[in-house]
């Protein structure tokens, strides 16, 4: 019997029409194509399951995909195999406002969830314009860093439903406990007193070997994850920055006092590009805006939010009075009317796909690390000098940092925009991205997520790391079936 | 039986022979007990042996060495910071030898990031200082700061500041880790360079084999570096008061205060600590054993007890407190604005303040572990769980009941208390913790019973726990949770350590206990396989039961 039709066996949907495969192949990556061989649509974890089993013991590849648009050729199948899309698994199991968190299934988009919160009074906190028909579940696995920094917390999974390389269906954290089911809520009759909001144990941080592993690992099958109130009142604060290092030391400053909520700084092309209505705008945006752009939102929560916003703008006046005199924190950035409340709405939603980074000509690449604040400008002058060996305009260039930690730590992101039909700034930007990439982890930048053609380098450079990573591999996925061909595995 | 003369006069050539002992005065030094967490208890009767030697290394080069000859010679060995944590962080076969970290002390600060990078033999007390002087604070767990901060963090890490700062494991960032068969592994940004500030991958995060929400109790390697994350605090050091032991930290209570709420119900209570959580303020929140009180007014074990009898059920019924502090971490307005919040939620739920002195005791600097077992020498946390603040008020209640109907005595009567529960990361989680006191000079069988009956009241009431791996028998919680989470921690051990050289029989050390203590016999009414997964040769070792 064939494959798809064993599979048609198994879940509600499958496919092998190459019109149907042709959806996963590429991406918006330069990664090179690659093609599966079958595509399910599970509906359930047992579905997902038997797939797995299935693959198991034919020692077939499996990839899991959840979101609509994918971006750094990590769901690219690199051996064939299946594809197992998980976007009709798409429901928001619970919401749970007393105890503050949301469980929900891998196909749920940042839409869906904004909008299903925001009914509520809740919110949950994103990355930076995250796509709105992107997993919710993919990107927090994936550790896409959040805007919101004033939580100590830093991280917001709680339990999940695993399915491991062999099929079997295991859940970690508190939801681990007999008799929790994926329907666990109160209305409906199997309610249990462990609510699944711890994420470590049993017996080992589980969680902790799925997040960052690009599928590798396991195929999450449900999430619970922290959501916070939606604020009461938000204010946006910018100052605009043409020294870079004053800014950090700014908020080196302010941060750990726990003043606002998101905070971003953006340098002027992605600013611009953000901001623009039209393609055509964007020249005459990058031309008026300053280098760099801080961008600052107090938030009063449940209680007293007038009060908490006041205490907060005092602060940062007396700060900026006596230490930070060039700081200019406005609640409009002159030449811009309109943009506070234009940015703060970006802020705390979801992007309509596709990016705002295909505005100027359609593709982007991204290069994202972790950093210490205090260097990112010397970040910033290693990829100058990349750049200035290659012919691609270092004006083209995106820069966004975004402090994490009470500014403990920054994630630094760089943009190239490009035309996908030209092949040779495509290699260009692959170069660029490669040599300004290794001079940065000479100089200390960590790549905690490693795509494109960074992976190599930097697997390489973590021998024992790498090394111990296959040994776990090896027990959670012991005929690597899950995603192979993927980080180093 | 010693080690053999070839394999310690190897182990001697690593540190010098005045780093490594088998006098057995020294040995004694590292017995179980005499008292403490779950001392004399069955399982440090019958599980624990005392060392065969003891070797402190130096630096991590070292501990790699040791831990390559142990493997070669087939030497047990279990890694030992202070020993805090009674006897599962003690020897538990014959001829092991114990791999003492205190001298790994190296400890620098990166104030800007917010991080300490420290060796196992840092304890928290100067680890805490260093961190007011540099404007943060970290938590200290329940063991005191006497304990090893990496121990602490590995197993434990939690305490009433958790309501702002939040669980353990995230404080964990860069991290070198000999594992059981000698290889190195370094973790976040230790990975791929010298530089520990960050935690993180790359990719997959390996720090999942580091503990699983209460630690492994070294079966799976010897950590030998961690930088440690702290949170800010505000920017003044408390100042220390007071002669010892009676000392304290002098709060000045513009940017930090504690205030105690006497509140009408239990519900009252619950509902506080939610609205707490909602509002966002706070650095701590809880209601604590109602006999902490007594220890903190004893001046002595006699006095402690003349307080508590004088207590009953009727007078802890209709007695709630919520205990907050408050932190300006921005300004004295800060606390301005929270201390008005915190008087709009205790209007609601009818508190009224009591005198709360102007002062910390414990938290923030010392933890209170000397004065834990005061009243009767040993005790244990026979469940310390974090979930849901929903779970947290029932499973309190549920051990209460259960130890008051047939466990006490030969249990210390607390006349109902539900014990210690509180919210966590701003109502994110609730915390419980259930502790109990016996008098070592009984019969403790019933301790023992206790505390595996509790296990599976968690099982049967669906209540997740911390005491699962190795604190209670695998063959008993591993199909319960997960399900089967034992299979996947007894492959990652085997994956390591083949020949589980590294403190053996853990994790299946209670397991074994149960097998080997009569007086739990009857207990087993779960599947226990004829033969444990462990290789044959530690059965030659261990005690016969």
Same mark, same amino acid.
């Given at each position: 019997?064939?494959?798809?039709?064993e599979?048609?066996?198994?879940?509600?949907?499958?496919?092998?029409?190459?019109?149907?495969?042709?959806?996963?192949?590429?991406?918006?990556?330069?990664?090179?194509?690659?093609?599966?061989?079958?595509?399910?649509?599970?509906?359930?974890?047992?579905?997902?399951?038997?797939?797995?089993?299935?693959?198991y013991?034919?020692?077939?590849?499996?990839?899991?995909v959840?979101? =609509?648009?994918?971006?750094?050729g990590s769901t690219?199948?690199?051996?064939?195999?299946?594809?197992?899309?998980?976007?009709?698994?798409?429901?928001?199991?619970?919401?749970?406002?007393?105890?503050?968190?949301?469980?929900?299934?891998?196909?749920?988009?940042?839409?869906?969830?904004?909008?299903?919160?925001?009914?509520?009074?809740?919110?949950?906190?994103?990355?930076?314009?995250?796509?709105?028909?992107?997993?919710?579940?993919?990107?927090?696995?994936?550790?896409?860093?959040?805007?919101?920094?004033?939580?100590? !917390?830093?991280?917001?999974? =709680?339990?999940?439903?695993?399915?491991?390389?062999?099929?079997s269906?295991?859940?970690?954290?508190?939801?681990?406990?007999?008799?929790?089911?994926?329907?666990?809520?109160?209305?409906?009759?199997?309610?249990?007193?462990?609510?699944?909001?711890?994420?470590?144990?049993?017996?080992?941080?589980? !969680?902790?070997?799925?997040?960052?592993?690009?599928?590798?690992?396991?195929?999450?099958?449900?999430?619970?994850?922290?959501?916070?109130?939606?604020?009461q009142?938000? *204010?946006?604060?910018?100052?605009?920055?043409?020294?870079?290092?004053?800014?950090?030391?700014?908020?080196?400053?302010?941060?750990?006092?726990?003043?606002?909520?998101?905070?971003?700084?953006?340098?002027?092309?992605?600013?611009?590009?953000?901001?623009?209505?039209?393609?055509?705008?964007?020249?005459?945006?990058?031309?008026?805006?300053?280098?760099?752009?801080?961008?600052?939102?107090?938030?009063?929560?449940k209680?007293?939010?007038?009060?908490?916003?006041?205490?907060?703008?005092?602060?940062?006046?007396?700060?900026?009075?006596?230490?930070?005199?060039?700081?200019?924190? *406005?609640?409009?950035?002159?030449?811009?009317?309109?943009?506070?409340?234009?940015?703060?709405?970006?802020?705390?939603?979801?992007?309509?796909?596709?990016?705002?980074?295909?505005?100027?000509?359609?593709?982007?690449?991204?290069?994202?690390?972790?950093?210490?604040?205090?260097?990112?400008?010397?970040?910033?002058?290693?990829?100058?000098?990349?750049?200035? *060996?290659?012919?691609?305009?270092?004006?083209?260039?995106?820069?966004?940092?975004?402090?994490?930690?009470?500014?403990?730590?920054?994630?630094?992101?760089?943009?190239f925009? !490009?035309?996908?039909?030209?092949?040779?700034?495509?290699?260009?930007?692959?170069?660029?991205?490669?040599?300004?990439?290794?001079?940065?982890?000479?100089?200390?930048a960590?790549?905690?997520?490693?795509?494109?053609?960074?992976?190599?380098?930097?697997?390489?450079?973590?021998?024992?790391y790498?090394?111990?990573?296959?040994?776990?591999?090896?027990?959670?996925?012991?005929?690597?079936?899950?995603?192979?061909?993927?980080?180093?595995? | 039986?010693?080690?053999?003369?070839?394999?310690?006069k190897a182990?001697?050539?690593?540190?010098?022979?005045?780093?490594?002992?088998?006098?057995?005065?020294?040995?004694?030094?590292?017995?179980?007990?005499?008292?403490?967490?779950?001392?004399?208890?069955?399982?440090?009767?019958?599980?624990?042996?005392?060392?065969?030697?003891?070797?402190?290394?130096?630096d991590?080069?070292? #501990?790699?060495?040791?831990?390559?000859?142990?493997?070669?010679?087939?030497?047990?060995? #279990?890694?030992?910071?202070?020993?805090?944590?009674?006897?599962?962080?003690?020897?538990?076969?014959?001829?092991?030898?114990?791999?003492?970290?205190?001298?790994?002390?190296?400890?620098?600060? %990166?104030?800007?990031?917010?991080?300490?990078?420290?060796?196992?033999?840092?304890i928290?007390?100067?680890?805490?200082?260093?961190?007011?002087?540099?404007?943060?604070?970290?938590?200290?767990?329940?063991?005191?700061?006497?304990?090893?901060?990496?121990?602490?963090?590995?197993?434990?890490?939690?305490?009433?500041?958790?309501?702002?700062?939040?669980?353990?494991?995230?404080?964990?960032?860069?991290?070198?880790?000999?594992?059981? $068969?000698?290889?190195?592994?370094?973790?976040?940004?230790?990975?791929?360079?010298?530089?520990?500030?960050?935690?993180?991958?790359?990719?997959?995060?390996?720090?999942?084999?580091l503990r699983?929400?209460?630690?492994?109790?070294?079966?799976?390697?010897?950590?030998?570096?961690?930088? #440690?994350?702290?949170?800010?605090?505000?920017?003044?050091?408390?100042?220390?008061?007071?002669?010892?032991?009676?000392?304290?930290?002098?709060?000045?209570?513009?940017?930090?205060?504690?205030?105690?709420?006497?509140?009408?119900?239990? $519900?009252d209570?619950?509902?506080?600590?939610y609205?707490?959580?909602?509002?966002?303020?706070?650095?701590?929140?809880?209601?604590?054993?109602?006999?902490?009180?007594?220890?903190?007014?004893a001046?002595?074990k006699?006095?402690?007890?003349?307080?508590?009898l004088?207590?009953?059920?009727?007078?802890?019924?209709?007695?709630?407190?919520?205990?907050?502090?408050?932190?300006?971490?921005?300004?004295?307005?800060?606390m301005?604005?929270?201390?008005?919040?915190?008087?709009?939620?205790?209007?609601?739920?009818?508190?009224?303040?009591?005198?709360t002195?102007?002062?910390?005791?414990?938290?923030?600097?010392?933890?209170?572990?000397?004065?834990?077992?005061?009243?009767?020498?040993?005790?244990?946390?026979?469940?310390?769980?974090?979930?849901?603040?929903?779970?947290?008020?029932?499973?309190?209640?549920?051990?209460?009941?259960?130890?008051?109907s047939?466990?006490?005595?030969?249990?210390?009567?607390?006349?109902?208390?539900?014990?210690?529960?509180?919210?966590?990361?701003?109502?994110?989680?609730?915390?419980?913790e259930?502790?109990?006191?016996?008098?070592?000079?009984? %019969?403790?069988?019933?301790?023992?019973?206790?505390?595996?009956?509790?296990?599976?009241?968690?099982?049967?009431?669906?209540?997740?726990?911390? @005491?699962?791996?190795? @604190?209670?028998?695998?063959?008993?919680?591993?199909?319960?949770?997960?399900?089967?989470?034992?299979?996947?921690?007894?492959?990652?051990?085997?994956e390591? $350590?083949?020949?589980?050289?590294? @403190?053996?029989p853990?994790?299946?050390?209670?397991?074994?206990?149960?097998?080997?203590?009569?007086?739990?016999? %009857?207990?087993?009414?779960?599947?226990?396989?004829?033969?444990?997964?462990?290789?044959?040769?530690?059965?030659?070792?261990?005690?016969?039961?």
């Amino acid at each position: 019997m064939s494959m798809i039709n064993e599979l048609e066996k198994l879940v509600a949907k499958a496919s092998d029409k190459a019109a149907d495969l042709e959806v996963y192949a590429k991406d918006m990556s330069m990664m090179p194509a690659g093609y599966a061989d079958a595509v399910v649509w599970p509906e359930s974890t047992e579905e997902v399951s038997a797939v797995v089993k299935y693959a198991y013991e034919n020692n077939i590849p499996v990839v899991p995909v959840s979101s =609509q648009t994918h971006m750094y050729g990590s769901t690219i199948p690199k051996q064939g195999g299946i594809v197992i899309d998980m976007k009709n698994m798409n429901k928001i199991l619970e919401i749970d406002l007393k105890h503050k968190f949301v469980r929900f299934q891998p196909g749920v988009t940042w839409n869906q969830m904004y909008e299903e919160l925001d009914k509520v009074g809740a919110r949950i906190m994103m990355p930076f314009t995250p796509l709105g028909n992107r997993s919710v579940l993919s990107d927090t696995l994936d550790r896409c860093v959040i805007t919101n920094t004033v939580y100590d !917390y830093g991280e917001v999974t =709680q339990s999940l439903e695993i399915v491991w390389g062999d099929g079997s269906v295991f859940r970690s954290g508190s939801g681990s406990v007999h008799g929790f089911a994926a329907d666990n809520t109160p209305t409906h009759g199997l309610y249990t007193p462990s609510r699944g909001v711890d994420p470590s144990g049993p017996g080992l941080d589980f !969680y902790r070997i799925v997040q960052g592993a690009q599928g590798t690992m396991g195929i999450i099958t449900w999430m619970s994850a922290k959501l916070e109130l939606k604020s009461q009142i938000d *204010k946006i604060y910018f100052a605009p920055i043409e020294d870079l290092d004053y800014a950090n030391e700014f908020l080196y400053k302010i941060m750990p006092r726990r003043i606002g909520q998101e905070i971003v700084l953006l340098n002027k092309v992605d600013l611009a590009t953000v901001i623009a209505d039209t393609v055509e705008d964007i020249p005459e945006l990058c031309a008026k805006l300053p280098e760099w752009t801080l961008a600052i939102v107090l938030s009063g929560v449940k209680r007293r939010p007038e009060e908490k916003i006041a205490y907060e703008e005092h602060y940062l006046t007396d700060v900026i009075n006596t230490t930070f005199k060039d700081i200019s924190l *406005k609640p409009a950035l002159p030449g811009f009317p309109g943009l506070g409340r234009k940015l703060l709405n970006i802020l705390k939603t979801p992007w309509n796909a596709p990016s705002w980074k295909t505005k100027p000509y359609g593709a982007y690449e991204d290069m994202f690390f972790i950093a210490r604040p205090e260097k990112a400008s010397e970040y910033v002058e290693i990829l100058s000098k990349v750049v200035a *060996k290659h012919t691609y305009p270092h004006t083209m260039i995106g820069a966004y940092i975004q402090p994490i930690e009470h500014n403990r730590a920054c994630q630094i992101e760089f943009t190239f925009f !490009y035309d996908p039909a030209n092949e040779a700034e495509k290699e260009e930007i692959a170069a660029i991205v490669y040599e300004a990439g290794v001079e940065m982890m000479n100089n200390g930048a960590q790549f905690t997520r490693p795509y494109g053609n960074l992976v190599p380098v930097i697997y390489d450079r973590a021998g024992g790391y790498t090394a111990t990573l296959k040994r776990v591999k090896g027990i959670f996925d012991e005929k690597n079936i899950l995603n192979p061909g993927t980080l180093c595995f | 039986m010693a080690i053999s003369r070839q394999a310690y006069k190897a182990l001697e050539s690593v540190t010098g022979s005045k780093y490594i002992s088998e006098d057995p005065v020294i040995m004694q030094g590292y017995k179980s007990g005499p008292g403490g967490y779950e001392a004399g208890l069955g399982y440090e009767r019958v599980m624990t042996v005392l060392p065969a030697a003891v070797i402190l290394p130096k630096d991590t080069e070292e #501990v790699q060495k040791i831990v390559k000859i142990c493997n070669r010679y087939h030497i047990p060995y #279990v890694p030992y910071a202070t020993g805090f944590y009674g006897p599962k962080t003690h020897c538990h076969v014959d001829d092991e030898l114990i791999i003492d970290m205190k001298r790994m002390q190296q400890f620098s600060w %990166d104030e800007k990031h917010m991080y300490a990078d420290i060796g196992p033999g840092v304890i928290y007390s100067s680890l805490q200082q260093e961190a007011f002087n540099k404007g943060c604070y970290g938590v200290i767990g329940g063991g005191g700061a006497q304990c090893s901060a990496i121990a602490n963090l590995l197993g434990d890490g939690w305490s009433p500041l958790s309501l702002k700062i939040g669980l353990p494991h995230r404080r964990i960032l860069g991290t070198e880790l000999v594992l059981p $068969d000698g290889e190195i592994v370094r973790m976040g940004s230790l990975a791929g360079s010298d530089d520990p500030f960050w935690g993180e991958g790359p990719g997959p995060d390996l720090r999942c084999i580091l503990r699983g929400f209460t630690g492994l109790r070294g079966c799976l390697g010897i950590v030998t570096r961690m930088a #440690v994350k702290y949170l800010p605090f505000i920017q003044e050091s408390p100042k220390p008061q007071g002669i010892a032991p009676n000392t304290s930290l002098a709060l000045d209570e513009k940017r930090i205060r504690w205030i105690n709420y006497q509140v009408p119900t239990k $519900d009252d209570q619950v509902k506080a600590m939610y609205e707490i959580g909602a509002a966002e303020i706070g650095g701590a929140c809880t209601k604590v054993p109602v006999f902490w009180r007594a220890i903190a007014k004893a001046e002595d074990k006699e006095e402690f007890w003349d307080i508590w009898l004088k207590e009953s059920e009727e007078s802890l019924k209709n007695f709630h407190l919520v205990r907050v502090m408050l932190i300006g971490y921005a300004s004295e307005e800060q606390m301005d604005y929270e201390l008005a919040v915190l008087d709009d939620i205790m209007q609601e739920c009818h508190g009224k303040p009591r005198r709360t002195k102007a002062s910390d005791e414990s938290w923030l600097k010392n933890a209170d572990s000397a004065g834990m077992w005061l009243m009767t020498g040993s005790y244990v946390s026979v469940e310390f769980v974090i979930e849901s603040l929903n779970q947290s008020v029932q499973h309190g209640e549920s051990f209460a009941a259960l130890k008051a109907s047939e466990y006490t005595p030969p249990l210390f009567p607390d006349f109902g208390d539900p014990g210690w529960f509180q919210n966590f990361e701003s109502g994110h989680q609730g915390y419980s913790e259930f502790l109990i006191y016996w008098d070592q000079d009984e %019969d403790t069988s019933g301790v023992d019973r206790f505390f595996l009956q509790t296990s599976k009241m968690n099982i049967e009431n669906n209540y997740y726990s911390s @005491h699962l791996g190795p @604190h209670q028998p695998l063959y008993l919680t591993g199909p319960q949770y997960g399900p089967n989470y034992h299979l996947w921690l007894l492959k990652v051990k085997n994956e390591f $350590d083949p020949d589980w050289i590294c @403190h053996p029989p853990v994790p299946l050390a209670h397991d074994i206990f149960v097998q080997r203590a009569e007086w739990m016999h %009857d207990m087993i009414d779960w599947e226990v396989p004829e033969k444990f997964p462990m290789p044959s040769w530690t059965a030659t070792l261990t005690k016969e039961a």
